[in-house]
């Protein structure tokens, strides 16, 4: 619960002035201000959270997984956090704020800000890590921070505004991103009939950070877990696409199959 480690480094969603965070309000020079939650996080949405914003109970089921199942690939995160040596690190799109409290384990001197769409997400986050501020905002609407005020940028299976990472990071910043591969839990989506993956999504990646940013690392995860039923239903809660049938109970061998890219941000030629 500590929103004083971004002081300096919010902006208001307004008038992009500086925030000045207080124990209770947050205050633009221009006098916009916002409310601190009792739980620790700064709401900086315009209005109520969208229809598709991560609930309570997909947080519950989240945490569960990442806490199991999915531990290597908050390891894998963490690591390549600290390859990248930030001192500010932004997490668009956080959920619990997990992967986000490993990358700041793995950097001791850094600082996180975790930002979601889910004030549920915003609520978790905020006690995720003494170092990371949690502020609930909608990254399509643009991050609520400075220009130029952040080392990384990490967004891990949740939406990229890619114009508006490389308008926060310095420029020699990193930009982390996890997405799944083709075969990511591809028997579970077959038997529970989830979402399919998007098979174009690598090329829209490529396109979208074109001439922003560029390549320096890339890791795939892929390896068999052995899921109980109960991490079975929880992987199927955990997601937007959440299973309307009978319960789970199965025991089931799933595969995990991520990618993890590290990108540094191109620095435009004048
Ligand atoms: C699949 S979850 C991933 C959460 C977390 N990064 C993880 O991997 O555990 C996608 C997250 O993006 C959030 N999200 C969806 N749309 C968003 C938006 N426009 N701005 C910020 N967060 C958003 C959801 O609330 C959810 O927490
Ligand atoms: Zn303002």
Known sequence: MSLDVAAGLLSCPHCRGTLEIGPATARCPEGHSFDVARQGYLNLLPGPQPMNADSAAMLEARSRVLGSLYADVVALVARSAADTGARVVVDAGAGTGQYLAAALDALPDAIGIATDVSVAAARRAASAHPRIASIAADTWRGLPIRDGAVDLVACIFAPRNVADFARVLAPDGHLVVVTPEPGHLRSLRASYRLLDLDPDKDARLEK???????????????????????????????????????????????????????????????
Not at 224 to 246: E, K, R, S, W, Y
Not at 247 to 257: A, K, N, Q
């Open 208 to 270: 979208s950070l074109g001439g922003l940013f560029e390549l320096i690392a890339s890791d795939r995860l892929a390896r068999p877990v052995d899921a109980t039923a109960a991490q079975v239903a929880d992987v199927i809660a955990m997601g937007p696409n959440a299973f309307h049938g009978a319960p789970v109970t199965t025991s089931e061998r799933l595969e995990i199959d991520v990618r993890c890219r590290t990108y540094r941000r191109l620095v435009p030629r004048v």
